[in-house]
C-alpha cells in the first residue's frame, strides 16, 4: 500500500503557510473592519458564535516520501476540529489547494491535511497547526 506519499518539504511548507494565515486571518476584533471578501457571516448583532473562518493554503506535493514522482495524487482531506488531535470534522476538498473553513465557534481549532491517491490510500497526517478563533 502506498500511505507514504507526503513529502517533508510538503509538510513544512503547510505549516508555514497555515501559521500565516492563523495570524493574518483570525483578528481579534479592536479598530479597524475587516474584509469579509465575498462571504456572508450571520449578519444582525447575534452571531450565535459561529463566526470565525480559517482559510487554508498549501503546495501539492510532486514527489511521494521515498522520492518517486507522484502521479496519482487525487485529492485532499482536511481533519479540523475544537483541539489538539480532536478532529472530528472532514473536509474533503478535491484537488483544490486551498480550503475556506468558516462557521467556526469561538475558540481553539486546529487543523491537519492529508493527501489521498487515485487507488483511495491516504497520507499521514500533515504537522498540525491550531489556532484561536
Not at 509538510?11 to 501559521?19: G, H, N, T
Not at 492563523?22 to 474584509?35: H, I, M
Not at 489547494?97 to 497526517?125: H, K, P
Amino acid at each position: 500500500m502506498k500511505k507514504d506519499f507526503i513529502c517533508a518539504q510538503y509538510k513544512i511548507i503547510l505549516v508555514i503557510l497555515l501559521l500565516l494565515l492563523a495570524v493574518t486571518g483570525c483578528g481579534g476584533g479592536g479598530g479597524g473592519s475587516t474584509s469579509s471578501g465575498g462571504s456572508s457571516g450571520s449578519g444582525g448583532g447575534d452571531s450565535g458564535g459561529y463566526s470565525g473562518s480559517v482559510t487554508l493554503t498549501w503546495d501539492a506535493p510532486t514527489t511521494n516520501e521515498d522520492g518517486t514522482p507522484l502521479t496519482d495524487l487525487a485529492g485532499y482531506m482536511v481533519h479540523y476540529g475544537p483541539g489538539s488531535g480532536n478532529y472530528i470534522y472532514l473536509l474533503n476538498n478535491g484537488n483544490n489547494t486551498e480550503a475556506l473553513i468558516s462557521n467556526l465557534a469561538a475558540g481553539t481549532w486546529c487543523f491537519a491535511v492529508t493527501a489521498y491517491d487515485t487507488s483511495g490510500n491516504e497520507s499521514e497526517y500533515s504537522d498540525e497547526v491550531c489556532t484561536v478563533v
